[in-house]
């Protein structure tokens, strides 16, 4: 009889310390995210020096919770996988410091996982069935990435932002509109009491060649727009923006499956968690052809589920593991 096969996930790239455990590739046993949003509030955004202290205040506790949620012992543990980047170079140094002390402690191998190709196996986790070739749009805070993904593990990308994500947009807009961070959720909600219509924001790079984004100017437009305007309701505001954000993200990635002759587009990120951002995409997509799947959101947004599963599959299925000199890399890339 075979032994089961356990890998224990830690993702502390930002400002979630996400712990989870996975049984053999694709089945979740238990999945834990303390937020620090609150912490970070009062700031407008994640201080990293703040997020890194209580990573490590949390992350032994969260551990220690997600084996009894499992129903396993710390000795079950056959492999550890942990975010070594993208991300903030200090949370990612306490996520990846503990999940290499831990697999040494426990003679266990070890694997650093690309958080942007953890998204990705967010999908496998909801629909393990639904195997690649497709196109992933990776749309969150810190990213919006859009690239051809051939088979686990082996990735092209056709598509990136040349300034601010589309996350980080949402966020910045946010806040000039008095949302606390992070703003994505309130906004998402703002905006659906109000009129997308009512401001015609611009659309950035929408008609350029490529599949590149942008959100800095658009971001601008509306700070502009406030200024002239200052009595204009907020929630028009931000559904007109939200509208501009969606229009140029469904656009080009649904034109970018097309041109890679793809059947399906796979939406991964925290603004994947955005429900005008689903609505626009299944009815657009539809019209072409294109099936559209997102992860539950709570997938989307970063979570260590996705970490061990991208984890699990090098180890299992390629036979990859890491030395435990293995180094945070703050911009890696996918």
Avoid: W
């Avoid at 700031?43 to 009894?68: F, M, N, Q």
């Avoid at 603004?271 to 072409?288: D, F, P, T």
Wanted: glycine content about 10%; proline content about 6%.
């Amino acid at each position: 009889m075979n032994t089961p096969f356990y890998t224990l996930g830690i993702e502390t790239s930002c400002d979630e310390t996400a712990v989870a455990v996975l049984k053999e590739e694709t089945k979740l046993l238990a999945n834990l995210v303390y937020s620090q949003a609150k912490l970070h509030s009062r700031y407008g955004g994640v201080v990293p020096e703040v997020a890194s202290r209580d990573h490590l205040r949390k992350l032994p506790y969260l551990v220690r919770e997600i084996l009894e949620q499992a129903g396993i012992s710390i000795g079950d543990v056959s492999l550890v996988a942990a975010t070594y980047g993208p991300g903030l170079v200090g949370p990612l140094l306490v996520g990846l410091s503990h999940g290499k002390g831990l697999a040494f402690g426990l003679g266990v191998p070890f694997i650093g996982v690309n958080h942007l190709e953890g998204h990705i196996f967010a999908h496998r986790l909801n629909a393990p069935e639904m195997e690649p070739p497709f196109m992933a749009l990776i749309v969150s805070g810190g990213h919006t990435i859009l690239v051809v993904v051939k088979q686990y593990g082996r990735y092209q990308l056709v598509g990136s932002t040349v300034d601010d994500a589309a996350g980080e947009a949402l966020d910045k807009v946010g806040k000039m509109l008095g949302i606390d961070y992070p703003a994505g959720a309130q906004l998402d909600r703002l905006a659906q009491e109000g009129n997308p219509k009512a401001i015609r924001f611009p659309r950035p790079m929408e008609g350029t060649p490529g599949f590149n984004f942008s959100f800095a100017g658009l971001k601008t437009a509306v700070l502009y727009h406030l200024r002239k305007h200052p009595s204009e309701k907020r929630e028009d505001i931000a559904a007109s923006f939200l509208e501009s954000v969606v229009d140029v993200l469904a656009k080009k990635s649904i034109e970018a499956t097309r041109r890679y002759h793809l059947e399906r587009l796979v939406v991964v990120g925290g603004v994947a968690a955005n429900s005008r951002l689903r609505q626009q995409l299944l009815v657009r997509a539809g019209k072409r052809g294109i099936d559209v799947l997102f992860p539950p959101i709570g997938l989307c947004t970063d979570n260590a589920a996705m970490i061990a599963a991208a984890g699990a599959f090098h180890h299992l299925s390629c036979g990859e593991s890491h030395p435990f000199s293995l180094a945070p890399e703050p911009s890696l890339s996918l």
